[in-house]
């Protein structure tokens, strides 16, 4: 008779090799996709895109057991509040960037302005 050890175990192998497998099949088809130029540009990029979502599904399900063990709230809670803080992070650092690329780039006045200063010497 097995144990109930034994059992649990061998499910988690079995879940860790079908992850695996998972994670493996989404990287080559992304993979033969780009090199073969199997779709145009736009639904290549749409592909990959879906093909990068179900595979954070696959990380997440499978690996981490995000979801698959008896009480998940708490984890579930912590894994959305990480997100959430890391895109506030990622989104206002690519809004300070933009900001400062739009307020310090030189515009035509400024350059009229520059070359009108400089002609009047010291």
Known sequence: MKDSRDVNQQRT?????LGFAWSIALTLGAYVAVVN??????????????????QVWVQLYFF???GSE?????????????????L????????????????MM????????MLKESNKGF
Do not use: C
């Open 88 to 103: 506030i992070i990622v989104i206002g650092s690519l809004w300070i960037m933009h900001n400062l690329n739009y307020n």
């Open 106 to 113: 030189p515009s035509h006045e400024t350059d009229e302005y």
């Open 64 to 66: 981490l057991h995000l």
């Open 13 to 17: 192998l079995r879940l860790y090799a």
């Open 70 to 86: 008896a009480k998940p709230q708490w984890n579930v809670w912590t894994f959305l509040f990480m997100t959430l803080i890391l």
């Open 37 to 54: 130029q199997l779709l145009g540009r736009r639904e290549l990029i749409i592909y990959i895109m879906v093909l990068a979502l179900i």
